[in-house]
């Protein structure tokens, strides 16, 4: 059974970098057939697609929407099979529950239960 888990901190500062990580049990993330996606959904909004990585071989590749690309690093980590979100200069806009999912050509088909993130002094 394929599980996501989110985690890092509820309340980030305005101007911060909100971190978080997706822990992944039950697939790899270097499997050659799936990308690892972070979504978010802001108050009241629908779903915004933020970024994934992929790996071909033994190497990541990285995706970003061009809305966010600026501000958005996404990394993995094979030995602890985790991937990780950076959103630099963070405002009350990014406020959202954030999700972490994987994705195979045709769909999302598993997903984390979601984080929710307040950006706020």
């Known amino acids: 059974q394929v599980q996501l888990q989110e985690s890092g901190p509820g309340l980030v500062k305005p101007s911060q970098t909100l971190s978080l990580t997706c822990t992944v049990s039950?697939?790899?993330?270097?499997?050659?057939?799936?990308?690892w996606s972070w979504i978010r959904q802001p108050p009241g909004k629908g779903l915004e697609w933020m970024g994934a990585?992929?790996?071909?071989?033994?190497?990541?590749?990285?995706y970003y929407n061009p809305s966010l690309k600026s501000r958005t690093s996404i990394s993995g980590d094979s030995s602890k099979n985790q991937f990780t979100l950076q959103l630099s200069s963070v405002t009350p806009e990014d406020t959202a529950v954030y999700y972490c999912?994987?994705?195979?050509?045709?769909?999302?088909?598993?997903w984390g239960q979601g984080t929710q993130v307040t950006v706020s002094l």
């Open positions: 999912a994987r994705a195979t050509v045709l769909q999302y088909d598993y």
């Open positions: 039950g697939a790899s993330i270097t499997s050659n057939y799936y990308t």
């Open positions: 990585i992929g790996y071909r071989g033994s190497r990541g590749n990285t």
